[in-house]
Nanobody, 127 residues
Framework: QVQLVESGGGLVQAGGSLRLSCAASGRTLSRYPMGWFRQAPGKEREFVAA????????NYTDSVKGRFTISRDNVKNTVYLQMNSLKPEDTAVYYCAADLSSLYGGIRQRRYEYDYWGQGTQVSVSS
């Protein structure tokens, strides 16, 4: 059974940084696309960043471009989200997701394109 476990969330002041990790067990992720989404209170879950199976291609929602970086370590079976210059509007529960239906797949930006999700990690940014 595949499990995705996020870590690295917490409370940080505006302008600070956090690095989220998503570790997988039960299946290797190295040949599949991965992504990060977030959900703020009272809002729908939204796309944040995505990475292709190789790590060569990445994509971001406009509001985080230049501040967030998605990366992966296929040896460690882990995906990361480095978040810099955090803003209060980045406050949300962050979820990692895997598309294990697309071997050697490219970028995935839509929720329905992912079939495995982690439980989420809370990121809170104070002003």
């Amino acid at each position: 059974q595949v499990q995705l476990v996020e870590s690295g969330g917490g409370l940080v002041q505006a302008g600070g940084s956090l690095r989220l990790s998503c570790a997988a067990s039960g299946r290797t992720l190295s040949r599949y696309p991965m992504g990060w989404f977030r959900q703020a209170p009272g809002k729908e879950r939204e796309f944040v960043a995505a990475i292709s199976w190789s790590g060569v291609n990445t994509n971001y929602t406009d509001s985080v471009k230049g501040r967030f970086t998605i990366s992966r370590d296929n040896v460690k079976n882990t995906v990361y989200l480095q978040m810099n210059s955090l803003k209060p509007e980045d406050t949300a529960v962050y979820y990692c997701a895997a598309d294990l239906s697309s071997l050697y797949g490219g970028i995935r930006q839509r929720r329905y394109e992912y079939d495995y999700w982690g439980q989420g990690t809370q990121v809170s940014v104070s002003s």
